[in-house]
C-alpha cells in the first residue's frame, strides 16, 4: 500500500469509526440479521463489496471497508422527493438483484421519506417530511427523482395535502442536506421534462438550488451507480470526483462505444445497415442504425440490466444517450446516424461514408505494414549470409 492509498484508508476508517459510535436509527434491524433474511451469505456479502470496491475504482485493500460501510448505513438517514418523472428510478432500485441491494437502500438503510415506498400518506407524510429534515439537519442525504417545474412558480407540479409546489419543496429539502444526488436523467439534466418546448420550464436540481449535486444520469440509471454514491460518501464523508457535468467519473469516466462488445466491429468497418440484416444477426456495429455510444458516457455495458443479463446494445438497439444533456433534444431521431448532421466530410461524402471505409483504410494500412516487415527481413537476412 503506497502513501496516498494509506493515507485514504486512514481517512476512511476513522470517518466508519466515527460513524459507527453514532445512535443506529433503525435499533431492531441489523445488516447481518438483514442478510440472513434474504438468504445471503457472509461469503457472497463480501463478494459483493469487492465488486463495489472495484466499480468505484478503489484497491482492492478497500473492500474489508466497503463492508464495514454497508453495515453502519442505518447511521445514514436518506430523504428521497419525486418531482416530475415516471419513477423508473426507484423501479431500478426496487427490482434490483444484487446481493444485499434491496435491504441496504430501502430495508436498512433509514429512508425517511419516500412517496412511494412509505405507508403514510397526506398530512401524515408531510410531517414525516418536515420532521425529518429538521431531526437530521445537516446530516441527511437527499435524492431528488425528476425534472423541477419552474413555471407559475412551480405550480405545475403541487404536491401533498398543503399543496407546497415541487420546487418548494426540493429547494426546502436542499438547504440542509449534507450531500444531495440528482437520481436520473430527469432530476440530472431535466429529461424528458424539459424537452422542446418545455411548456413547464423544467430544470435540472441543480438550476433550483445554489447547494453542489451530483448527477446520476439515466433513463434509468443502474441501480449500482446509485449505491455506489451514497457507500462513497459514507465512506469518505465527501462527494466523488466528477466530470464536466457532475457526474461521477467513476461511472460516467468513460464512452458507451469504449467498452462495447461490438467495438471491434466498429474498427473493421462491419455494420448493421438495417435491423434484421445479416449484420444484425452478426453482431455488427449498430452505429449505422442509430447508436449514440460514441457520444455517450456510462458503464451500461459493465453493470448491465435486467438481472445483469443484457443492455440495450447486446439485444440489438443502439444506445439511445439517455445519459447526456438534452439527449431528447439533441440525439433524436434514435435510430438514425447521428454524426452526419454534425460532420459533412467531402472527400467521402459524409461521415457514414467515412465509417464504411475506415475498416478498408486499417486492413489495408496493416497489409502494407506486413508486407514491409516481410520485405525488410529478407533484406536483413540476405546480408547477414
Keep these: 500500500m503506497d502513501i496516498i492509498e494509506e493515507s485514504l484508508f486512514s481517512k476512511a476508517e476513522a470517518r466508519l469509526n466515527q460513524l459507527k459510535k453514532l445512535p443506529a436509527l433503525k435499533k431492531d434491524r441489523s445488516i447481518t440479521k438483514a442478510l440472513k433474511e ?6 457472497d456479502f463480501m463478494k459483493w463489496a469487492g465488486a463495489m470496491t472495484a466499480m468505484l475504482s478503489l484497491p482492492a485493500s478497500f473492500a474489508p471497508l466497503t463492508a464495514r460501510a454497508a453495515e453502519v448505513a442505518d447511521r445514514l438517514p436518506v430523504i428521497w422527493l419525486h418531482m416530475a418523472e415516471c419513477t423508473g428510478c426507484s423501479e431500478s432500485l426496487l427490482r434490483s438483484d444484487g446481493p444485499g441491494i434491496d435491504s441496504l437502500i430501502f430495508d436498512y438503510i433509514s429512508l425517511e421519506y419516500h412517496e412511494t415506498l412509505m405507508a403514510a400518506s397526506g398530512y401524515q407524510a408531510e410531517q414525516n417530511l418536515e420532521d425529518a429534515i429538521e431531526k437530521y439537519k445537516g446530516r441527511y442525504v437527499l435524492m431528488v427523482e425528476g425534472g423541477v417545474p419552474t413555471a407559475l412558480e412551480g405550480q405545475y407540479l403541487t404536491i401533498g395535502a398543503h399543496g407546497m409546489t415541487g420546487l418548494e419543496s426540493a429547494r426546502k429539502a436542499s438547504e440542509n442536506a449534507a450531500a444531495i444526488f440528482a437520481i436520473g436523467t430527469c432530476s440530472s439534466f431535466g429529461g424528458i421534462q424539459a424537452a422542446n418546448p418545455n411548456p413547464t420550464a423544467s430544470k435540472p436540481l441543480s438550476a433550483v438550488t445554489n447547494k453542489p449535486v451530483i448527477n446520476v444520469p439515466g433513463c434509468p440509471p443502474s441501480e449500482k451507480n446509485i449505491v455506489g454514491n451514497v457507500l462513497h460518501f459514507i465512506l469518505f464523508g465527501t462527494l466523488p470526483s466528477v466530470d464536466a457535468f457532475n457526474r461521477p467519473k467513476w461511472a460516467y469516466g468513460l464512452r458507451i462505444h469504449d467498452l462495447c462488445e461490438r467495438r471491434g466491429h466498429f474498427d473493421a468497418g462491419e455494420f448493421v445497415q438495417t435491423f434484421g440484416d445479416e449484420g444484425a444477426k452478426n453482431g455488427y456495429c449498430l452505429y449505422k442504425v442509430g447508436c449514440k455510444g460514441p457520444y455517450t458516457f456510462n458503464n451500461c455495458s459493465k453493470l448491465r440490466f435486467n438481472s445483469h443479463t ?3 446494445i447486446q439485444a440489438g438497439h443502439g444506445c439511445i444517450g439517455c445519459s447526456e444533456p438534452n439527449f431528447w433534444d439533441t440525439m433524436g431521431p434514435f435510430e438514425e446516424p447521428m454524426a452526419n448532421r454534425l460532420f459533412n466530410t467531402p ?20 497489409a502494407i505494414g506486413m508486407a514491409a516487415h516481410a520485405v525488410l527481413s529478407n533484406i536483413k537476412k540476405d546480408k547477414e549470409q
Excluded at 38 to 43: F, L, V
Design 38 to 43: 434474504h438468504g445471503i451469505s457472509r461469503r
Design 347 to 366: 472527400m467521402f461524402g459524409g461521415a457514414d461514408k467515412t465509417a464504411d471505409n475506415i475498416g478498408i483504410a486499417l486492413l489495408g494500412a496493416a
Design 310 to 312: 443484457s443492455w440495450p
